[in-house]
């Protein structure tokens, strides 16, 4: 894959993370930035990644390598989906088009958030790539079910229905920030809105970020945040009985997003669910969650096979991705790291992101011995022996 950005741009996904801080007015850097609560899932996410260790295999002949990866009966060019995000105009306007077209460009799945901010039939004729569609099963049915027949006439190849979000996770710095829908102007926003022109323009131009999907029957204009926008609209009495008459209606690949607990494999399994991801919501709900990472070996373990295991999370690096494939996930979804990318230079950025990320990727490869995705196993990630006992040493005694 090559990009036209130029050789000075951002060459990693931290990096972008940092151009996205200063591209943006705080309150929507935070939206896109932030986790849930103390934020504490969000971090560990980072730190249980870091604490799993690569272990090189050299010498392995790895002169031939691929990255490709077929999910549910069809090869992509690696095992990275762009995952769903809500209120991507918001980094840089049809930020969901921009999104797909990146993605299409990539050869790699983009899926379409309800709280996307165009419209599904935008995305649909955006570039000829893989598109799934996001669904949130929300207290309207008619209406999500509305979204699903819509996805199926418009060529949407999968359904990823999100269940991790009985009610809104309470995002402390959407708060403090007074961040809204409508957006709303305070004399300090409009102030940081100053320092950030370009910006600014974009969006006066675009006329600014809406819930395209969700507005048009559900109403979005009231002063809330986004998080108490979402809690309106969420069901905490979605259970499995609902995801059962989702397979009855979508003939298609049918994904399951957000499930941490193994346990929940069997009833997956049971009622024909195709795939999991396995995710904590990027550290947005659950504050003090298990790291998507450190459960994947017993979702490995639960599934036996049965299963297409994604998962997100945290990952902001080719080895990141490597140390999900070596544990048994098929593929990983991104959410953060693309909307960092999206909001310093659109569609070129993102293209140029997944190619950092798949160059990283194949670095791991080289050097762990990986030279196709189906070569990562688990003994490449460093398992530490346990301590020895605490016991007393013998004491000599002089003879």
């Known amino acids: 894959m090559r990009s036209p950005i130029a050789r000075s741009s951002p060459q990693s996904i931290a990096d972008y993370r940092e151009a996205a801080r200063r591209a943006l007015p705080k309150m929507v850097f935070d939206f896109f930035d932030g986790g849930g609560g103390s934020e504490s899932t969000l971090t560990h996410n980072r730190e249980a990644f870091d604490a799993k260790r690569l272990i090189g295999s050299a010498p392995v002949d790895v002169s031939v390598r691929s990255q490709e990866q077929t999910l549910f009966g069809k090869t992509h060019s690696m095992p990275l989906i ?30 379409m958030s309800t709280a996307g901010t165009c419209t599904q039939q935008e995305v649909a004729r955006a570039g000829g790539g893989t598109r799934w569609m996001q669904l ?21 190849e999968a359904i990823e229905v999100t269940v991790d979000n009985a009610v809104a996770g309470k995002r402390l710095r959407d708060a403090r920030n007074g961040f809204s829908l409508p957006l709303r102007w305070t004399p300090a926003k409009i102030a940081d809105l100053v320092r950030h022109p370009a910006w600014a ?6 006329g600014g970020p809406r819930l395209e999907v969700m507005a048009s029957e559900l109403g979005l204009e009231a002063n809330d945040t986004i998080a108490e926008v979402m809690d309106s609209q969420l069901d905490p009495s979605v259970n499995w009985t609902d995801i ?21 494999v069997e009833k997956a399994i049971a009622i024909g669910v ?26 490995v373990t639960a599934a036996k096979g049965r299963l297409t295991l994604l998962l997100d999370s945290g990952i902001r690096t080719g080895s990141d991705i490597a140390r999900a494939l070596a544990l048994g996930a098929d593929a990983v979804q991104i959410g953060r790291a693309t909307l960092y990318a999206l909001a310093t230079g659109g569609e070129d950025a993102v293209f140029h992101a997944l190619g950092l990320l798949r160059h990283e990727l194949d670095i791991v490869q080289a050097m762990v011995g990986a030279a196709r995705i189906e070569d990562f196993h688990p003994g490449m990630i460093h398992t530490p022996m346990a301590s020895p006992p605490d016991f007393p040493l013998p004491v000599a005694i002089a003879g």
Not at 201 to 206: G, I, K
Not at 244 to 262: H, Q, S
């Open 201 to 206: 323009l974009r969006m006066a131009r675009s």
């Open 274 to 299: 195709d795939g999991l991801v396995i995710s904590n919501h990027g550290g947005r709900q659950l504050d003090g969650a298990v790291a998507t990472i450190d459960v994947l070996p017993e979702f």
């Open 244 to 264: 059962a008459r989702l397979r009855d209606r979508w003939k298609k690949p049918l994904i399951v997003k957000g499930v941490l607990d193994p346990r929940q």
């Open 136 to 156: 949130y099963l929300f207290k309207n049915r008619d209406f999500s079910a509305r979204l699903v027949d819509k996805a199926e006439a418009l060529g949407f």
């Open 82 to 111: 762009i995952g769903p995000t809500g209120l991507a105009s918001a980094a840089w306007p049809k930020g969901d088009v921009a999104l797909a077209r990146a993605a299409g460009r990539a050869s790699i799945p983009f899926v």
